[in-house]
């Protein structure tokens, strides 16, 4: 019944932009921090960006920083994360989660609760 879901994702060239969309089904994101992570072949799940419960703190990993912006509307129960400036480095099934109250160490995967099935990025020419 606590569902996250993700779409956005598709083929797009170097260079171009995805909006990606994660929406939770069976219980609202007012209380939770919600962080993107991805994932590559033969890669560990990595975190791209984080947004905290009021949307008022934000972290981006070093390699985004610049190129995606991470948002969310609590009212649609909804977080996006726009992905200007594709690379194909960033190649990867997308991830959100969920997670509530500590911030700071939502860079750490194992820390969340709920997670969507992932959509997948491709960049390439």
């Known amino acids: 019944q606590l569902q996250l879901v993700e779409s956005g994702g598709g083929l797009v060239q170097p260079g171009g932009s995805l909006r990606l969309s994660c929406r939770a089904s069976?219980?609202?994101?007012?209380?939770?921090?919600i962080g993107w992570f991805r994932q590559a072949p033969g890669k560990e799940r990595e975190g791209v960006s984080c947004?905290?419960?009021?949307?008022?703190?934000?972290k981006y990993a070093d390699s985004v920083k610049g190129r995606f912006t991470i948002s969310r509307d609590n009212a649609k129960n909804t977080v996006y994360l726009q992905m200007n400036s594709l690379k194909p480095e960033d190649t990867a099934i997308y991830y959100c989660?969920?997670?509530?109250?500590?911030?700071?160490?939502?860079?750490?995967?194992?820390?969340?609760?709920?997670w969507g099935q992932g959509t997948q990025v491709t960049v390439s020419s």
């Open positions: 947004i905290s419960s009021s949307g008022g703190r934000l």
């Open positions: 989660a969920a997670k509530r109250r500590v911030f700071s160490t939502c860079v750490l995967a194992r820390e969340y609760d709920y």
């Open positions: 069976g219980f609202t994101l007012d209380y939770y921090n």
